[in-house]
């Protein structure tokens, strides 16, 4: 039952879109070099927030890629989890 359930848990990321998984990642290494700098949440998450949704208005503009809100979301989310784990 246990193993079942941990299981479950461990594979959860595959169900997530590869094209999520990597605004995720673009999160998560803006994040890391981000905090070497500093951790001061003041600077961390409003650039944080404009890289995001800078990148989806930058496909929209130059017609590179399609604008989705969810796709600035997983990025949000990836530097969160650094950003929280680093805190922690």
Request: hydrophobic residues 55%; charged residues 15%; contains cysteine.
């Amino acid at each position: 039952m246990l193993n079942k359930t941990l299981n479950k848990i461990i594979r959860y990321p595959e169900k997530i879109l590869c094209d999520k998984r990597l605004h995720m990642l673009v999160g998560v290494f803006y994040t890391a070099i981000l905090t070497i700098f500093t951790v001061n949440v003041f600077i961390v998450i409003p650039f944080l927030v404009a890289l995001a949704w800078g990148i989806e208005f930058f496909q929209k503009w130059t017609k590179s890629g399609t604008y989705d809100n969810y796709d600035a979301l997983a990025v949000v989310a990836g530097g969160l989890i650094v950003y929280l784990s680093h805190i922690i």
